[in-house]
Each structure stands twice: as structure tokens, then as C-alpha cells.
């Protein structure tokens, strides 16, 4: 058979031309962003549905269905994959977890590097942590994590000796809400960064600076539409009613300071007249006692005057006699001449009983 004949290609436009084809469309870098805001798609049929293949195996619970817990009997575990001691524990949680229909009980599983909102639900703080659930009633459990060891927790019940969670620590309280709320935040802003210092090739310094510029933006808007939502719910009053009000103010506290004022001269005029009190009881005390000292000085007066008399009389006897004997001498003895000594001794007497008169 003869060789057919090749067909001459036809020559592209572009080559012709010298022009290559056009590079595939590259994705904006805010995509990426986008799709870790969005939350991840089930891949196997609705929330908490187990697949063919995951009988007998504990059932991963995730942030869409946790709400699996609040009904039935569980027992979950919290773990990650760079935990050895989770690890260590891996086989004996399945091996639990196969016989979990006969002890009629689920079983299931957290990875808390995928659901931080979850582990922040529960408050998990040290890895691996079981929980009990009973029809919404939870508690920790505390032994091993053997697998003999937890089917003897389920079937000799001693998960009733158990304390239960409390209320404002039960995972579907508002608190444990607000908890799994800020975890997921956490989570997400991890994420973030390191999307920025990877795909984006940011320094680990420009990314912490983005995170403080948002952080500021992001408190400022909300201070703004606090203030705002303040102002329609509470308006602020005219200012003839501001300035009412300032003066009814001003008034009181002017009667304010009065009334302490007032007070305080109270205070000191009772002191004053404690004082005064004090000073007139003291002044009467020393009036007793001058009056006292005073009637002792006229009573040593008195005395002194009674002694002075008695003294004055008994000199005058003594000159009265002395004068009746001179008499009787001076007439015995008409013609002998007085004794001047005698004379001038009478003399004296009588001076001293004058001065003593006086």
C-alpha cells in the first residue's frame, strides 16, 4: 500500500506572529484568605454520621457536631498528634472504642490542632483528657487509659461516684460559649499568621505589626459604635437642662459645705465651752484655796495680836507696881536724892510698853 501524503500543519496565529501563549490565571492572595474564614465542608453525608467504614471506631466529633454529646451515653477523648502520650494511648482507644456496642455506649474523638473551639468548650488544658457524658451531665475522667480499665468505668458504673461538671463549666453554658468563641479566634489568627509568613513570605515582625494595626482599628471602631448606640438609647439632655442641672447641683453641695461648716463651729464652740468650763471650776478651786489661805493669815494675825496684848499688859503691871514702890520711896525718903539708873530702866519700860500698845 502506498504511504499517504502528510498534511501540511497549519501554523498557529500566535506563533506566527512570534507571541506565546498567555500564563494561567494566578489566584489573588486575598483568596486563600477567604477560604480559611470559611467553614470546612462535610465530606461524607450530614454532621455526625458515621461512614461505612467507621463501625466499631471511635467517631470524630468536630465544632458542627458536638451537640451529639447532650444525648445518649459517651465517652470522648481529647488528644493531638504530637502528643506521645496520646499516641501511647491510641490502640487501647480504639480497642475501647470496638467495644462500645456491647457496653451500649459511643465513643468518640477531639483533635484539638483542628477544633481549638471544641477543646476551649471543654476548657482542656492537659492532653489526653476523657470525658464522661451522660444525657448532658459531664464528667472527667481521671484513671488510665487502658482499655480494660475504662470498660470496668462503664460497666460497674463508677462514673456515678464521680462529681459532675459544674453548671458554668458545662460545655453548653454561655461562659464555656464565650470560651470556645475565643479559642476559635485563637486558632484562626494562628492560621492567619502562618498564612502570611508562608505563602506570603511577611517577616514575623510585619505580621505582628499588621496584627497591632488591626487590633487598634478594630477597637476603635467598636468604641465608635459603642458611643454611637449610646447616643440613640440614651440622648444627651439641652444645655438649658444641663445648666439647671449643674446649678441644682452647685446649690447642694454649697449646702453641703455649709451644713459641715455649721458642724464645725459647733464642735468648737462646745470645745470653747468645755474649756470655759474647765477654766471656771479651776478659778473656783483657787478662790477656795485663797480664801483658805486668807482666813489662816487673819487667823495668825488674830493670834499674834492676842500675844502682843497679853505681853503689853504684863509690862504695864510690871510698871504700875514699880511706880508704886518709887512712890512709896520717895516718900520714905523725902530728903534723898533720886537714883538716875533706876530712872532711865522706868523710862524704857514705859517706851516699849507704848510701841507695844501701838
Known amino acids: ?28 492572595p486575598v483568596l486563600p484568605l477567604l477560604l480559611l474564614l470559611l467553614p470546612p465542608l462535610p465530606l461524607s453525608g450530614p454532621a455526625g454520621a458515621a461512614g461505612p467504614g467507621e463501625l466499631g471506631r ?15 451515653h459517651w465517652m470522648l477523648k481529647f488528644y493531638a498528634p504530637w502528643c506521645p502520650s496520646c499516641q501511647q494511648t491510641e490502640l487501647e482507644w480504639e480497642t475501647f472504642a470496638k ?29 489526653p483528657t476523657i470525658f464522661h457524658a451522660k444525657d448532658g451531665i459531664f464528667r472527667r475522667y481521671r484513671g488510665p487509659g487502658i482499655s480494660k480499665d475504662l470498660q470496668n468505668y462503664i460497666l460497674e458504673k463508677k462514673w456515678e ?19 470556645a468563641g475565643l479559642f476559635s479566634l485563637s486558632g484562626w489568627i494562628r492560621q492567619l499568621h502562618s498564612y502570611f509568613t508562608g505563602p ?36 444627651p ?19 453641703e459645705d455649709l451644713g459641715e461648716i455649721s458642724e464645725e463651729k459647733k464642735n468648737l464652740l462646745e470645745g470653747e465651752e468645755e474649756k470655759e468650763d474647765l477654766s471656771d471650776g479651776e478659778e473656783k478651786e483657787e478662790d477656795r484655796s485663797g480664801g483658805e489661805e486668807e482666813k489662816e493669815d487673819l487667823s495668825d494675825r ?38 538716875p539708873e533706876v530712872d532711865g530702866v522706868v523710862r524704857q519700860r514705859k517706851s516699849q510698853g507704848a510701841d507695844s500698845g501701838l
Not at 17 to 28: I, K, N, Q, S, T
Not at 167 to 177: A, F, H, L, Q, V
Open 237 to 255: 439632655k439641652p444645655r438649658a437642662e444641663r445648666s439647671e442641672v449643674t446649678e441644682k447641683e452647685n446649690e447642694a453641695l454649697i449646702v
Open 161 to 179: 461516684a464521680v462529681e459532675p461538671v459544674a453548671g458554668w463549666k458545662s460545655p453548653s453554658s454561655i461562659t464555656m460559649s464565650g470560651m
Open 99 to 127: 467495644s462500645g456496642d456491647i457496653l451500649d455506649i459511643s465513643v468518640g474523638k477531639v483533635d484539638v490542632t483542628q477544633e481549638p473551639g471544641l477543646s476551649g468548650r471543654f476548657f482542656v488544658t492537659t492532653l
Open 1 to 28: 500500500m502506498a504511504a499517504r501524503p502528510r498534511r501540511p500543519r497549519r501554523p498557529r496565529p500566535g506563533r506566527a506572529l512570534g507571541l506565546r501563549a498567555p500564563p494561567p490565571p494566578v489566584l489573588p
Open 302 to 339: 488674830e493670834e499674834e495680836r492676842s500675844h502682843s496684848n497679853e505681853e503689853s499688859s504684863e509690862e504695864d503691871s510690871v510698871v504700875d507696881e514699880e511706880s508704886e514702890t518709887e512712890e512709896a520711896g520717895g516718900n520714905s525718903h523725902k530728903h534723898h536724892p533720886a537714883d
Open 200 to 235: 506570603l513570605g511577611i517577616p514575623v515582625w510585619g505580621s505582628y505589626v499588621i496584627f497591632i494595626v488591626a487590633t487598634l482599628v478594630i477597637g476603635l471602631l467598636l468604641g465608635l459604635i459603642l458611643v454611637l448606640l449610646s447616643d440613640c438609647f440614651c440622648p
Open 58 to 72: 471511635a467517631r470524630p466529633l468536630t465544632a458542627a457536631n458536638w451537640t451529639l454529646l447532650l444525648r445518649g
